[in-house]
């Protein structure tokens, strides 16, 4: 797979997953703050109050766990570059031959 195929790959499954948490977003919000009854056809202010605070964590939220498997992931790669060697360096009881 050349670069630009894997680019527009992960472009797409950015997309995807974007999708997925909003829908998982809007149903568990409105699942919560959202009255079964539907009295009115607006919004009341209690149930607004709900979805921004719900909406607000849930975006919270979902940024401290992208951040941290960044970090998990930066850590990986770290630890397993450290692992390799290095096939440039040559080992010095080789050198000497």
């Known amino acids: 797979m050349d670069p630009q ?3 527009k790959l992960a472009a797409e499954l950015e997309v995807e997953m974007m999708a997925d948490m909003y829908n998982r977003m809007t149903n568990s919000c409105h ?9 009115t056809s607006d919004l ?3 149930e607004a109050v709900c979805i921004d605070r719900c ?3 849930y975006l919270d939220i979902h940024e401290q766990i992208g951040k941290k498997l960044t970090d998990m992931s930066q850590s990986d790669e770290e630890a397993m570059s ?3 060697p290095n096939p440039t360096s040559i080992p010095p009881n080789v050198a000497q031959r």
């Open 82 to 84: 450290k692992m390799s």
């Open 55 to 57: 909406v607000a964590k």
């Open 5 to 7: 195929e894997a680019q």
């Open 31 to 39: 699942k919560k703050c959202i009255s079964t009854r539907y009295d």
């Open 44 to 46: 009341e202010k209690g």
